[in-house]
C-alpha cells in the first residue's frame, strides 16, 4: 500500500549519460513534486505538476525533462550528467497543505 | 519571497532530556508553516503545520511547536526526547494555495543514550 513510490532506489552512472527516474503515487493527488536534496541536505524544489500540467520549473537546466503520462505518474530524465547532479531526487504528491515524500532516488555521477 | 532559516545544523542531545530545534522565517505576505522530519534513508513525512488559529500546534508524537507573529519564528520542542527521534528535521513555509513548500536547511537531532 505503498503511497508515494520511485525506482530506481539507487542510480549510479557515469557522466554524459542520459538517465531516468520514475515516481508513481496511489493517493490521487492532483499535484505532484521533484526535489532534489544535495550532499548538504538542502532540499530544493525543481518542478511542480498539477494534473499532467507544469506549473513550477524552478530554474533548472534543460538537461532535466519532468514527464506526466498521467496525474498519477512524474518521471524526471536527465542528459548530459554531470558530476553536480549526483544527489538524492525527492517525488512528492500533494493533497491540500501537505506533502507527501517517496523514499528518495540516490543518483551519483562518476 | 520567502525564506526559512534553521540556525542550528546539528543538536545533539541525551535521552529524556528536552529539545528546541530553532526556525526563524521571513515573508511579507500571510505565511503557514510546518514542520518535516526525515528518518535516516528515508523521505519526509509531515510532523506538524501552523495554518491558523491556535498559535500552539502538536504532533501525535510529543513535539510541539509555537508560531511567534512578532519573532517570525516557529521552534520546535519537546520536553523529553527519545533515541528513535534521532533524524533530521526541516522547517518550512507555504503561503495562499500552498503550491510550493520553501524548506530550511534542516537540523540534524542526535539523541543519545
Known amino acids: 500500500d505503498t503511497a508515494v513510490s520511485q525506482t530506481p532506489k539507487y542510480l549510479v552512472t557515469q557522466m554524459g549519460n542520459d538517465k531516468s527516474i520514475k515516481c508513481e503515487q496511489n493517493?490521487?493527488?492532483?499535484?505532484m513534486y521533484w526535489y532534489k536534496q544535495d550532499s548538504k541536505k538542502f532540499l530544493k524544489i525543481m518542478f511542480s505538476?498539477?494534473?499532467?500540467?507544469?506549473?513550477i520549473n524552478e530554474t533548472v537546466p534543460n538537461r532535466f525533462s519532468p514527464k506526466s503520462p498521467d496525474k498519477a505518474h512524474l518521471n524526471l530524465h536527465i542528459n548530459s550528467l554531470e558530476l553536480g547532479d549526483s544527489a538524492v531526487y525527492f517525488c512528492?504528491?500533494?493533497?491540500?497543505?501537505?506533502?507527501?515524500f517517496g523514499p528518495g532516488t540516490r543518483l551519483t555521477v562518476l | 519571497a520567502q525564506s526559512v532559516t534553521q540556525l542550528d545544523s546539528q543538536v545533539p542531545v541525551f535521552e529524556e532530556a528536552p529539545v528546541e530545534l530553532r526556525c526563524n522565517y521571513s515573508?511579507?505576505?500571510?505565511?503557514?508553516l510546518f514542520w518535516y522530519v526525515q528518518y535516516p534513508n528515508q523521505g519526509l513525512q509531515l510532523l506538524l503545520k501552523?495554518?491558523?488559529?491556535?498559535?500552539l500546534v502538536e504532533s501525535i508524537n510529543g513535539f510541539e511547536a509555537e508560531f511567534n507573529k512578532s519573532q517570525t519564528s516557529f521552534h520546535l520542542r519537546k520536553p523529553s526526547v527519545h533515541i528513535s527521534d534521532t533524524a533530521e528535521y526541516f522547517c518550512?513555509?507555504?503561503?495562499?494555495?500552498?503550491?510550493?513548500?520553501?524548506f530550511g536547511t534542516g537540523t540534524r537531532l542526535l539523541v543519545s543514550p
Open positions: 493517493l490521487g493527488h492532483d499535484t
Open positions: 512528492a504528491s500533494r493533497l491540500g497543505e501537505t506533502q507527501y
Open positions: 515573508s511579507s505576505v500571510s505565511v503557514y
Open positions: 501552523y495554518l491558523s488559529g491556535s498559535t
Open positions: 505538476y498539477n494534473n499532467k500540467e507544469l506549473i
Open positions: 518550512a513555509a507555504s503561503n495562499t494555495g500552498f503550491q510550493k513548500l520553501v
